[in-house]
């Protein structure tokens, strides 16, 4: 069996920026970290390592932060297809975390609309 550690906390300043959009709420995900989702699609979780955050965002926003953000935002081989970007735990502002969720929550919403 693989023990995961990761600390709760370190998800808090993403959670509680990720809350605020209209059918945000607190759910667990991949081995009970903390996610938020919006209604049944997962916008942000902590991942279970503990050293990143994975947030929902589409691919040409994604290419813009990973280019604008080098020191906070990357991917992973797994999430190349998918997505989503990988944001450093402790090296984002406040303002970057706000703009990666507004674009994942856009995505979200937009493909709701179709």
């Not at 300043?13 to 945000?24: D, E, G, K, M, S």
């Amino acid at each position: 069996m693989k023990i995961f550690n990761f600390n709760p906390a370190d998800f808090e300043p993403v959670r509680r920026i990720a809350l605020q959009f209209p059918n945000a709420s607190d759910s667990l995900s991949h081995y009970d970290t903390p996610s938020v989702k919006i209604k049944k699609n997962l916008l942000c979780r902590l991942n279970e390592n503990g050293e990143w955050i994975v947030i929902r965002t589409d691919f040409d926003s994604r290419a813009l932060f990973l280019e604008q953000y080098p020191e906070s935002c990357f991917i992973t081989p797994h999430y190349e297809k998918y997505p989503y970007i990988c944001l450093q735990v402790n090296s984002y502002t406040t303002d970057l975390a706000k703009a990666i969720l507004e674009s994942g929550y856009l995505a979200i919403t937009a493909k709701k609309k179709k």
